[in-house]
């Protein structure tokens, strides 16, 4: 009995002896801003820096071989701490950008030319005669984009894509996927007004294809006084965010019900 | 003889209504749109231009690729338009659209020759300026095909007569209807491959053509009918080569001259024929139609660029409750919104079903009861793929070898759980040529 405490003691004293001498004698550095910066990050591992992961990221910045402000999902603040971790400048506070669903033509506003039956993705749905709507240019209302978002910020209102700008992190993975190009990151300015349609059809076209559609005429335009407004020439107006100074008076020309302002 | 075949597949209701019903051949368009690409390969340049009168016959579109076929006029008359068109691929493509003026004027270059007068080398010209393409529904250029191969032999010519789609009995009345024809076509090709030995592979529910090439065929030993077992895809390339073949597989990855051995189909031989017999480029051919959603059915020879509603209203017209049309055979075909496409070389069939037929099945969890795997006549896991596909891991879809998928839809026919397997798997198929392409 005493023997076995002894040596089982005694084993315990060797190796604990062996391994504390281990540790000092084959510690790995690794660099404590890497774990600090790791901390910060958001962790979605989104890949929206252009690197493999947070991790990555993480110690690239370390290697100086990455922009402190290169994580977009992280914004300003995640930019700020990191440079603190670095014992860098802030970097200056950039714009914030936001994912916007360019397209309000749904159930009934937007004619289907054909039933689609089969894989419920976009990406497979528009491999058929480019999509089922006439427009060639709209939301399909797959879904694929609320499926890929890491942050969980596209909810799908039946057919109908809803960023929620509280989540968005401008990650871009959204408007990679969409085959349609129907969501593009935008300035995020919560009181501008915007044309939400993608339709680069002529506006006739737009019209017998759609009921809400942008059809180009331009009167947004001519109206808007802050120059806000850019034209695709009868096919497409697009308002500018950081130059909309929501005054509303396009909304009152538009002859479409098409320009969307702050909800 | 044993009835022969291959591992896997599956039986679909082989309904088959217009077997019987000999060819009837419709009257030409007014005006027939005709595309310029009607192949697998690199489209054609027009060689016309708006106004230019063109007989019936002469080439107007062509092109230096390699890998692509002519295109000719199918009727006489004025060059009208030239622009895109809405075609069956699903995307429009340019066609050269041409007033019909009804003389049918043949192009002066059609003159009939003599097979024995000529060498391989001049009979696969021959084929490749009669524009020329795979019938059987790829429409790949039949000229590349017929190459002998640089070394060595090629052991056999495997023409394919399965017909394994159901409804379609384009193939079929051929063999019927023309079958001296269409064994001077196999000659042909036989010398362009310099092989000496053909085989004409017919499923057995066609007793009709299989006595019928018999008998064309006579007692020249070089040539045989092999009895196929009536199941699909009997005729997919590599599956007949392992039917015909005794069990010889092409490798993955591998074409079916890797084991010595080509594929076309009996159809294809035929244009061959008509090539060298009337000289005629290929601007004519066979459909079916069926189905329950049109009044009528039968096999109609139909000039190249005649609108599909043209072909449909000659049969009988649509039903009131007509739903969905298909491009093609059921298994295999292409869904169509619209009547307003142009027949081209390679059209096999449009079918047509009523809204009591067309079915829209909810997407299931798969029950993993293995029925895919079973049928997959390439021996692939097509419920492992699908699943990849559908969770985005292309490299996994691409392990598994989705690339030696040959598109069959015997898994998502089969699948209880009314799975896309076919679609997914084509998508990682898609995905993979993506990323290999950079």
Not at chain 1, 90 to 110: H, L, M, N, R, W
Not at chain 2, 122 to 128: N, P
Not at chain 2, 258 to 287: F, R, S, Y
């Amino acid at each position: 009995m005493i023997e076995s405490i002894i040596s089982l003691a005694l084993l315990g004293i060797v190796f604990g002896a062996a391994l504390a001498f281990a540790s000092i004698k084959f510690a790995v550095e690794e660099d404590p801003k890497v774990e600090a910066i790791k901390d910060v990050v958001p962790g979605a591992n989104c890949g929206a820096c252009g690197l493999a992961g947070c991790s990555t990221f993480a110690e690239m910045v370390v290697k100086g071989e990455a922009d402190v402000a290169a994580c977009i999902p992280g914004g300003a603040d995640v930019a700020g701490d990191i440079a603190d971790i670095m014992g860098m400048p802030k970097p200056e506070e950039g714009v914030s950008y936001i994912a916007q669903v360019k397209c309000v033509g749904f159930g009934d506003t937007a004619k289907d030319s054909f039933v689609y039956d089969g894989v419920p993705n976009c990406t497979a749905a528009s491999e058929f005669f480019g999509g089922f709507k006439d427009c060639q240019y709209g939301c399909l209302g797959l879904g694929t984009c609320a499926q890929v978002c890491p942050f969980d910020a596209i909810t799908m209102e039946k057919d109908k894509p809803v960023v929620d700008p509280e989540l968005c992190k401008a990650c871009n993975k959204c408007v990679e996927l969409c085959p349609r190009s129907v969501i593009s990151l935008v300035t995020y300015n919560p009181e501008a007004y915007a044309v939400l349609c993608n339709s680069r059809d002529k506006g006739k076209q737009t019209k017998a294809f759609c009921q809400v559609g942008c059809i180009g005429c331009g009167a947004c335009a001519k109206v808007c006084e802050d120059e806000a407004v850019t034209m695709e020439k009868g096919k497409l107006a697009t308002i500018d965010p950081e130059k909309c100074t929501s005054c509303a008076k396009c909304v009152e020309k538009c002859p479409r019900p098409i320009i969307f302002g702050p909800s | 003889m044993a009835i022969k075949t291959f591992r896997g597949g599956t039986h679909p209701p082989h309904d088959k209504p217009a077997a019987g019903t000999p060819i009837e051949t419709i009257k030409p368009p007014a005006k027939a749109i005709i595309p310029l690409s009607q192949h697998i390969g690199a489209p054609c340049e027009p060689l016309v231009k708006v106004g230019d009168q063109v007989k019936m016959g002469q080439k107007i579109g062509d092109s230096d690729s390699f890998i692509s076929a002519p295109v000719h006029a199918s009727v006489s008359g004025e060059v009208v338009e030239i622009a895109p068109y809405p075609h069956p691929d699903g995307e429009a493509k340019m066609a050269v659209v041409i007033e019909n003026d009804g003389k049918d004027t043949l192009a002066d270059d059609i003159k009939p020759k003599k097979m024995d007068d000529l060498t391989g080398e001049e009979i696969i010209k021959i084929t490749k300026e009669a524009g020329v393409v795979g019938l059987g529904g790829a429409a790949f250029p039949t000229h590349v095909k017929l190459i002998p191969p640089k070394e060595g032999k090629m052991d056999a010519l495997i023409l394919n007569g399965a017909e394994c789609e159901p409804y379609l009995t384009v193939d079929h009345r051929l063999m019927v209807e023309r079958p001296e024809d269409m064994i001077y076509g196999a000659r042909a090709m036989m010398k362009a491959l310099q092989t000496d030995k053909c085989y004409i592979g017919i499923e057995v529910n066609k007793p009709d053509a299989i006595a019928a090439v018999r008998e064309a065929i006579g007692g020249d030993s070089s040539m045989e009918v092999v009895e196929l077992e009536v199941k699909y895809p009997q005729g997919s390339g590599k599956q007949l080569v392992t039917a015909v073949m005794d069990g010889i597989e092409v490798p993955s990855g591998k074409r079916s001259t890797e084991v010595g051995v080509q594929v076309a189909n009996t159809a294809t031989a035929l244009a061959v024929g008509d090539a060298i017999q009337k000289g005629m480029p290929l601007i004519e051919t066979v459909v079916t139609v069926a189905g329950s959603g049109v009044n009528g059915m039968g096999n109609f020879a139909v000039r190249t660029g005649t609108m599909a509603s043209e072909v449909i209203e000659h049969a009988g017209g649509l039903k009131d409750n007509a739903a969905k049309i298909i491009w093609g055979g059921p298994m295999m075909g292409q869904a169509q919104f619209t009547l307003d496409i142009p027949i081209v070389k390679a059209a096999s069939g449009i079918l047509v079903f009523t809204e009591d037929e067309v079915v829209k099945e909810e997407i299931l969890p798969c029950i993993k009861c293995g029925r895919c795997i079973d049928v997959c006549p390439a021996y692939l896991l097509p419920n492992t793929i699908g699943n990849a596909s559908d969770k985005d891991m292309v490299d996994v879809a691409e392990r598994y070898n989705a690339d030696d998928c040959i598109e069959c839809g015997s898994c998502s026919f089969v699948c209880p759980a009314k799975r896309p397997l076919l679609q997914w798997i084509r998508l990682a198929k898609g995905a993979i040529a993506a990323r290999r392409s950079g």
